[in-house]
């Protein structure tokens, strides 16, 4: 697998660094991305972070869009203009910003999630609730298609 997967939770610590999982480094490292890009997601209260592999995602699903028109300004704006980029210290770390910390409500611990090409970083509690939330849709979406194709579908 040669992208995020899994989730990990890590203390900040007094300085208000904290410790990307050393599989997320790899990962970075592999993407050939010096730091990290983050920017608050705008689905939820979390940060969006990765690498090139995200930055290419923006880049892709930008290039659809007319450029020098109202849309493509905006989200350009939400991807890029409020983006970060923080930089990893040499035992891995990073430190989180104000705005970053005041979106997801980061205050002492953090958690990283894998979502394949990018990864998230979460208020644990908050992961929680997010997590029992994408359970439940996942398996309302998979359990209605895997009850199809046990059934054989409709004849």
Not at 36 to 56: E, I, K, M, R, W
């Given at each position: 697998?040669?992208?995020?997967?899994?989730?990990?939770?890590?203390?900040l610590?007094?300085?208000?660094r904290?410790?990307?999982?050393?599989?997320f480094?790899?990962?970075?490292?592999?993407?050939g991305?010096?730091?990290?890009?983050?920017?608050?997601?705008?689905?939820?209260?979390?940060?969006?972070?990765?690498?090139?592999?995200?930055?290419?995602?923006?880049?892709?699903r930008?290039g659809?869009?007319?450029?020098?028109?109202a849309?493509?300004?905006?989200?350009?704006?939400?991807?890029?203009?409020?983006?970060e980029?923080?930089k990893l210290?040499?035992?891995?770390?990073v430190?989180?910003?104000?705005?970053?910390?005041e979106?997801?409500?980061?205050?002492?611990?953090?958690?990283?999630?894998?979502?394949?090409?990018?990864?998230?970083?979460?208020d644990?509690?908050?992961?929680?609730a997010?997590?029992?939330?994408?359970?439940k849709?996942?398996?309302?979406?998979?359990?209605?298609?895997?009850a199809?194709?046990?059934?054989?579908?409709?004849?």
């Amino acid at each position: 697998m040669h992208g995020f997967v899994s989730h990990y939770t890590n203390k900040l610590d007094a300085k208000g660094r904290v410790s990307i999982p050393a599989s997320f480094r790899s990962v970075l490292v592999r993407d050939g991305f010096e730091g990290l890009y983050c920017f608050p997601s705008p689905h939820a209260d979390t940060v969006d972070a990765g690498g090139n592999q995200l930055l290419n995602e923006i880049s892709s699903r930008l290039g659809g869009l007319d450029t020098l028109t109202a849309d493509h300004d905006m989200i350009s704006t939400a991807l890029f203009g409020i983006s970060e980029l923080l930089k990893l210290d040499g035992e891995g770390r990073v430190m989180l910003t104000d705005t970053l910390r005041e979106h997801t409500g980061i205050t002492n611990t953090a958690t990283f999630v894998g979502l394949g090409y990018k990864f998230q970083i979460w208020d644990p509690d908050r992961f929680k609730a997010h997590r029992a939330e994408a359970m439940k849709r996942a398996f309302g979406l998979f359990g209605s298609s895997a009850a199809t194709g046990a059934s054989g579908g409709t004849a």
